[in-house]
């Protein structure tokens, strides 16, 4: 396989992306992997970790609408799905909100009410939105990319465990090496600006059109049976870790699934390895599995026990 669909690659993609994005190579890869298998995105990191910037350059390389929604205490469900106004005595028109766009930067998620966290649930699982009886289609395209801080900062909660699990991959973005700290830096003395996308030096990669044919040369990618028992081997021994109360649902099964082939897709492949179901399984699983509470004390996270499993299950032989 060349690479390629509709005459585009996708590894352009991730060369647009990790001119803005430095040091990041696994959290732009996971990005592109979950753009091109319909799957939204959970970004987890510190602030200031490059959560934001990676969705913004992601906006710049496509040529798709993009709308960023800051997530606060105040924020209704109205303000992301849009009213029905009263135009004249008998009639009502919708009025769409910021959710009507293809590509959504969901900005610090985990401080919002559940009732607009309920909202968005809905459009992320059905791509539709519901307003005053009516339902109303979202793009073709429309995927969302949510940031969260970690928990133990103030004011932000847990989100439920039924959105979680709408979320294709759960990415984790840690501070740069110090190398790549040095050049961000010089980056900015350069005239670099994260709030100014016209300072990052990309120009459109794709459109939707494009996104779309690559999203369906994805869906083409093949997978073999033994591929498919690995993958649910794996997911399915997270139901019986002891180091888990809470394993991995059939819809992570299917996460894993459909990024190991975009995974595929990205490197030029027309058929998905092991080690692609390996490097996304934390990515597809930690944010669907919980630690008992005994371990969670004792520093034991889900990647942590995602390792271990992964470990015990024999890979399958290329």
Known sequence: MDGTAAGKDPAALLVALRRVVLGQEAATHEALVAILARGHVLLEGVPGTAKTLLVRALARALTVRYARIQFTPDLMPADITGVSVLMSAQEFVF???PIFADLILADEINRAPAKTQAALLEAMQER????DGSTHALPPVFTVFATQNPIEFEGTYPLPEAELDRFMLKIAIGYPAEATER?????HLEGFEADAPESYGIAPVLDGDGLQALRRATDAIHVEPRLVAYI???VRATRDAASLTLGASPRAAVALLKASRAAALLAGRDY???DDVKALALSALRHRVAVAPELELEGVTADHALKAILEQIETPTT
């Open 95 to 97: 009025r769409p909100g």
């Open 128 to 131: 539709t939105v519901t307003v």
């Open 183 to 187: 050049a961000i830096l010089n980056r």
């Open 272 to 274: 998905v390895t092991p």
């Open 232 to 234: 649910t081997s794996i």
